[in-house]
């Protein structure tokens, strides 16, 4: 790991001594600190003010117990999470996971990504992430809902539209933010849409949200490719995960001419060189909550390959690859694996989902990379556009929702470009990503005080 520096050597060790057990959240934040040396070097009055320090503490951490009921009449227990991490530009906003891996350090990663993320899409949300260790594989949507009801019953005294406006992430799609805002709406009496993101399209929810952060992340890396004089049409693309991001990462990339080759959950991944049937990958995803090794038995074509193998889905020759499962998925093995196979372009659907040691293999091999706090804020953003249509009571049409997507993944690609380029780091969109998120946050808490 090269040196950070002086000034911010000290800082991070802050980090780790006031968050021991946190390694995702160590992570994250020493990537953000590796970015910002010419930063601190040129702009002495944020380190004067404590920013970067402020900045890595979160403004207030919520951890409540969520006991509820199963089928079977057993009373069941699990630990639920909000972590507010910053509010300079806006009320929090960020996703719920439910997830088994879910704990304290893992909110706390993806609380301080989110805080960047929302930066650079140039909306007035601030960052947070919450979420449960509940495992919803298996369960009934009985027992889901009384689930998120409990979880409600605690979390809802700590959002609103003006302070926290929480969203989905792993585990949490549609149904679960139904069962949520139903709870909400009955707590507090109030038909308070803009207290949730990703609504149902009946009830206050916006177009495109589904589809926003797979859409955005291929405009993002529609956008890479363009810069190189190319584009998806002809190429070969690998997503991991097969769940909301992958699903329409995949859509919006065949929809521009690639071939998507693979995907993958966690329990392996399916080959289909025909290019994947996205209809069916939905019925089986989303309608029957089945394993990925259901679909390769519906479709000839296609072969699963389970983990249990050793193998994984980069193993598998493409162009293009989008990581869009989980963190610190692609590891710098999986990296090599790529370059070898010739994949040029790397865009993060994910959180995260590139180790370091990965992403030093994709910058020494010419790799471009784009991570996902740039790449994958289409998701995001479209909330801040749902909140915006909730706002004014209105609803957009697809195509005008879409095209303010692609308009915003668009400007944040050329935002990194340019950061990177006048802060001397041309062509990385890491130190982009990081130096503009950065920046705006840090004018934002200045002008704000001491707070
Ligand atoms: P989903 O729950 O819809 O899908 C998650 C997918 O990733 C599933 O295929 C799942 O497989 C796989 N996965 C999850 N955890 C693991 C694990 N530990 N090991 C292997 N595979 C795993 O979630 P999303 O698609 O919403 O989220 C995917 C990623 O994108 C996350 O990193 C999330 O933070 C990020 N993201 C999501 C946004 C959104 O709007 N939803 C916005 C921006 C980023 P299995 O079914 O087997 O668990
Ligand atoms: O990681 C993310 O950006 C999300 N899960 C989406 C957050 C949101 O508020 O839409």
Redo the contacts with the bound molecule.
């Keep these: 790991m090269k040196h950070l520096d002086p000034t911010l050597q000290p800082v991070f060790e802050e980090i780790l001594a006031r968050n021991p057990g946190e390694a995702e959240f160590h992570q994250a934040t020493r990537e953000l600190l590796d970015s910002l040396g010419p930063v601190v070097a040129r702009h002495p009055e944020y380190t004067d003010a404590a920013i970067i320090r402020r900045v890595c503490e979160p403004e207030r951490q919520i951890i409540f117990r969520v006991p509820w009921v199963d089928d079977a009449g057993q009373v069941q227990l699990n630990r639920g999470f909000r972590v507010e991490f910053n509010s300079a530009l806006g009320p929090y906003k960020g996703?719920l996971?439910f997830?088994p891996?879910v704990y304290l350090g893992i909110i706390k990663f993806?609380g301080f990504e989110q805080i960047f993320k929302n930066a650079l899409t140039g909306m007035p949300i601030g960052g947070g992430k919450g979420g449960s260790d509940f495992d919803p594989?298996g369960r009934s949507d009985a027992e889901v809902m009384r689930f998120c009801q409990s979880f409600m019953t605690e979390l809802y005294r700590h959002i609103g539209e003006y302070t926290d406006v929480p969203?989905?992430?792993?585990?949490?799609?549609g149904r679960e933010i139904g069962y949520l805002f139903g709870q909400y709406k009955r707590i507090t009496n109030r038909y308070e849409s803009g207290v949730l993101t990703?609504k149902g399209i009946g009830w206050g929810g916006s177009l495109v949200r589904t589809e926003?952060?797979g859409y955005g992340t291929v405009f993002f890396a529609g956008e890479i490719l363009k810069a190189r004089g190319s584009s998806f049409d002809g190429k070969t693309v690998v997503v991991?995960?097969?769940?909301?991001?992958?699903?329409y990462a995949a859509e919006k990339a065949a929809a521009l001419g690639a071939t998507v080759i693979a995907c993958?959950?966690?329990?392996g991944y399916v080959v289909d060189e025909k290019g994947l049937d996205l209809d069916l990958l939905k019925e089986v995803?989303q309608v029957r909550r089945e394993?990925?090794s259901s679909y390769a038995e519906a479709r000839e074509s296609a072969r699963f390959v389970a983990t249990t193998t050793g193998g994984a889905v980069w193993d598998v020759p493409c162009d293009i690859a989008l990581p869009?499962?989980?963190?610190n998925?692609l590891d710098g093995d999986h990296a090599l694996a790529l370059v070898r196979n010739g994949c040029t372009v790397v865009a993060e659907?994910?959180?995260?989902?590139c180790t370091p040691e990965a992403v030093k293999v994709f910058a020494e091999a010419g790799v471009a990379f784009a991570p996902?706090k740039a790449a994958?804020?289409g998701?995001?953003a479209t909330?801040a556009l749902e909140m915006q249509q909730n706002a004014s009571r209105d609803s957009w049409s697809f195509a005008h929702t879409e095209a303010r997507l692609e308009e915003i993944m668009v400007g944040i690609h050329a935002r990194c470009l340019e950061t990177a380029d006048t802060y001397g780091a041309p062509g990385n969109y890491v130190a982009g990503a990081n130096i503009a998120g950065f920046i705006q946050v840090a004018d934002a808490m200045l002008a704000l005080g001491v707070i």
């Design positions: 996703g996971r997830h891996s993806l594989k969203a989905g992430d792993i585990g949490v799609g990703g926003a952060t991991s995960g097969s769940g909301n991001v992958a699903t993958s959950d966690s329990s995803k394993r990925l869009c499962a989980t963190q998925e659907g994910a959180n995260m989902p996902g994958n804020a998701g995001v909330s």
